[in-house]
């Protein structure tokens, strides 16, 4: 089974608690991306993860209550809590995680806490989905097996 730190995407979309949230939504847009994550600082390489900002957190906590995307901070929108998962997990462990805290994100991060990718519930689940494609194979080859063995 493959780890998280294997499938994640390893150059995840950043911002700093100031970055506002209008800057947050147009590297989203630049990105290709649904989330920033947040981090203490970016300049010398020390990325600890300190939150998550999704496209659906602008739409309801910054548009559906007409807040002023050009002053409000991603630090004012995050949830005060994140759930990392340690590069090293699987894939199960991060099923489990992302039910059980009910996100579909979770920023990689290593011994020290540093962050060293995303891995998003699509991620993982084109993981599951292949190891189930593989499985609904067994019996096709059971099959094929027996045939060349019972000639």
């Given at each position: 089974?493959?780890?998280?730190?294997?499938?994640?995407?390893?150059?995840?979309?950043?911002?700093?608690?100031?970055?506002?949230?209008?800057?947050?939504?147009?590297?989203?847009?630049?990105?290709?991306?649904?989330?920033?994550?947040?981090?203490?600082?970016?300049?010398?390489g020390l990325r600890?993860?300190?939150?998550?900002?999704?496209?659906?957190?602008?739409?309801?906590?910054?548009?559906?209550?007409?807040?002023?995307?050009?002053?409000?901070?991603?630090?004012?929108?995050?949830?005060?809590?994140?759930?990392?998962?340690?590069?090293?997990?699987?894939?199960?462990?991060?099923?489990?995680?992302?039910?059980?805290?009910?996100?579909?994100?979770?920023?990689?991060?290593?011994?020290?806490?540093?962050?060293?990718?995303?891995?998003?519930?699509?991620?993982?689940?084109?993981?599951?989905?292949?190891?189930?494609l593989e499985l609904?194979?067994?019996?096709?080859?059971?099959?094929?097996?027996?045939?060349?063995?019972?000639?």
């Amino acid at each position: 089974m493959a780890t998280v730190g294997e499938i994640c995407m390893r150059d995840p979309v950043i911002a700093t608690r100031e970055t506002t949230v209008a800057k947050a939504a147009k590297l989203m847009r630049e990105n290709h991306v649904g989330s920033v994550i947040v981090v203490d600082r970016i300049e010398d390489g020390l990325r600890l993860p300190l939150g998550i900002v999704t496209d659906r957190d602008l739409v309801v906590e910054v548009m559906a209550t007409g807040l002023d995307a050009e002053t409000i901070t991603v630090g004012d929108i995050m949830a005060p809590e994140l759930a990392t998962i340690h590069a090293s997990k699987d894939t199960s462990a991060a099923v489990r995680d992302m039910r059980n805290k009910g996100v579909r994100r979770l920023p990689v991060v290593n011994d020290g806490g540093r962050l060293l990718g995303l891995v998003s519930f699509d991620d993982v689940l084109n993981v599951v989905a292949d190891e189930l494609l593989e499985l609904a194979r067994t019996p096709g080859l059971e099959q094929s097996r027996e045939a060349r063995q019972r000639k």
